[in-house]
């Protein structure tokens, strides 16, 4: 027992030292995202666009933000590096152990919903909603993920996209971003700063820029060009990293957590610490298990609410009760004036997007 607690401690040396080394990349991504970011929502307010998140929002985020926006990429990659490092040290020093790698590993090939997100929103529906603890957690989540979400987002997969065209487009290729509600600025040769844009589309003039570029020649309408924008090598694997970790190896982590408590209490039952680890237990218990339900979660399925009581629930603090009302308000045919307002008085930028991708499916052209 002691060799496998032993073992067990190196998995997760490995897992925080893969966190720790990761982290730093982690947050020079975030901060050169960030910076983008704010010349996008500055780019497409200027145009007369309502940003999906305002631009003075973003310029208030502190590097706590960053911080824990990092986590959202550092930890999944450092539980993976630490988890390859364990796989090889364990097979080179002791294969006998090899055996016992046999369940954990069964788990990560069960075939989905398992290794979807829908074991999250199990979790989250189930457990997360209904504990203290678990409240504070979906709300840590909602508030930094969006951040993370955009960096590895694709260009088709953005909420907003802006597009700078540097020439005379045609008017097919005008109503072709028109329908694809991309937001676009023409501009007669390249700008000093093309900071804040998603894709560049030039008829041939020099343009220095690590953005995705385009070269047309005049007259030719490029919309099926641009359908097959590739991602960046790097996003690329990081999102491959990403979902290997999160999606594959999840049940392993999970599993091995539940391991190193049980052998830490065995080992150290009649000794000084286990009061302590006895008490985290209790904690832990406390904070996560679903024994404090909040009856307003149960209004939104058993009560008949207005448009104007959903309204008023989807700006309130609690994440969980906001998000829930505004999803059922976006149910409303009613709620597009409702929808308008939240944009206009929400600042958390996960409801927001929630408002913002109702309202654009409804046919809104995102004016403000």
């Given at each position: 027992m002691k060799k496998w607690g032993k073992w067990l401690g190196w998995w997760w040396a490995g897992c925080g030292a893969g966190a720790v080394v990761s982290l730093p990349l982690s947050l020079a991504l975030m901060a050169e995202k960030l910076s983008f970011l704010i010349a996008k929502m500055q780019n497409v307010e200027r145009e007369g666009f309502l940003p999906l998140i305002w631009p003075q929002k973003l310029l208030s985020l502190k590097k706590l933000y960053l911080f824990n926006s990092s986590l959202f990429i550092a930890l999944p990659i450092g539980f993976l590096l630490g988890s390859i490092f364990w796989f090889i040290l364990i097979s080179k020093k002791r294969k006998k152990y090899l055996f016992l790698l046999i369940p954990l590993l069964l788990l990560s090939i069960i075939p989905p919903p398992f290794h979807s997100t829908k074991i999250f929103?199990?979790?989250?529906?189930?457990?997360?909603?209904?504990?203290?603890?678990?409240?504070?957690?979906?709300?840590?989540?909602?508030?930094?993920?969006?951040?993370?979400?955009?960096?590895i987002k694709p260009f088709w997969g953005r909420e907003q996209k802006i597009l700078l065209y540097i020439g005379v487009p045609p008017n097919s290729f005008q109503r072709w971003l028109r329908e694809e509600r991309i937001i676009y600025r023409v501009r007669s040769s390249p700008p000093s700063s093309i900071e804040g844009y998603d894709l560049i589309v030039s008829?041939?003039?020099?343009?220095?820029?690590?953005?995705?570029?385009?070269?047309?020649?005049?007259?030719?309408?490029?919309?099926?060009?641009?359908?097959?924008?590739?991602?960046?090598?790097?996003?690329?694997?990081?999102?491959?990293?990403?979902?290997?970790?999160?999606?594959?190896?999840?049940?392993?982590?999970?599993?091995?957590?539940?391991?190193?408590?049980?052998?830490?209490?065995?080992?150290?039952?009649?000794?000084?610490?286990?009061?302590?680890?006895?008490?985290?237990?209790?904690?832990?218990?406390?904070?996560?298990?679903?024994?404090?339900?909040?009856?307003?979660?149960?209004?939104?399925?058993?009560?008949?609410?207005?448009?104007?009581?959903?309204?008023?629930?989807?700006?309130?603090?609690?994440?969980?009760?906001?998000?829930?009302?505004?999803?059922?308000?976006?149910?409303?045919e009613d709620s597009t004036q409702y929808l308008k307002k939240i944009l206009m008085r929400e600042e958390r930028w996960y409801n927001r997007l929630v408002a913002y991708n109702i309202l654009i499916h409804r046919g809104w052209d995102g004016k403000i």
């Amino acid at each position: 027992m002691k060799k496998w607690g032993k073992w067990l401690g190196w998995w997760w040396a490995g897992c925080g030292a893969g966190a720790v080394v990761s982290l730093p990349l982690s947050l020079a991504l975030m901060a050169e995202k960030l910076s983008f970011l704010i010349a996008k929502m500055q780019n497409v307010e200027r145009e007369g666009f309502l940003p999906l998140i305002w631009p003075q929002k973003l310029l208030s985020l502190k590097k706590l933000y960053l911080f824990n926006s990092s986590l959202f990429i550092a930890l999944p990659i450092g539980f993976l590096l630490g988890s390859i490092f364990w796989f090889i040290l364990i097979s080179k020093k002791r294969k006998k152990y090899l055996f016992l790698l046999i369940p954990l590993l069964l788990l990560s090939i069960i075939p989905p919903p398992f290794h979807s997100t829908k074991i999250f929103l199990f979790f989250r529906e189930r457990i997360l909603k209904d504990s203290i603890g678990g409240r504070e957690l979906i709300r840590w989540y909602y508030r930094y993920t969006p951040l993370p979400a955009e960096v590895i987002k694709p260009f088709w997969g953005r909420e907003q996209k802006i597009l700078l065209y540097i020439g005379v487009p045609p008017n097919s290729f005008q109503r072709w971003l028109r329908e694809e509600r991309i937001i676009y600025r023409v501009r007669s040769s390249p700008p000093s700063s093309i900071e804040g844009y998603d894709l560049i589309v030039s008829e041939g003039k020099d343009v220095k820029s690590d953005l995705p570029l385009i070269f047309i020649r005049r007259g030719e309408n490029p919309a099926p060009k641009i359908k097959e924008i590739p991602l960046p090598i790097g996003i690329r694997l990081l999102r491959t990293v990403l979902r290997i970790s999160l999606f594959f190896l999840f049940p392993f982590y999970i599993l091995m957590m539940i391991t190193t408590f049980i052998t830490g209490m065995l080992l150290s039952y009649n000794k000084r610490f286990f009061p302590l680890l006895l008490s985290l237990f209790l904690l832990f218990i406390f904070l996560f298990l679903p024994l404090f339900p909040v009856p307003r979660y149960r209004i939104l399925k058993e009560k008949d609410l207005t448009s104007e009581e959903l309204y008023s629930l989807s700006l309130e603090e609690d994440s969980y009760l906001s998000l829930a009302a505004l999803r059922k308000l976006g149910n409303r045919e009613d709620s597009t004036q409702y929808l308008k307002k939240i944009l206009m008085r929400e600042e958390r930028w996960y409801n927001r997007l929630v408002a913002y991708n109702i309202l654009i499916h409804r046919g809104w052209d995102g004016k403000i």
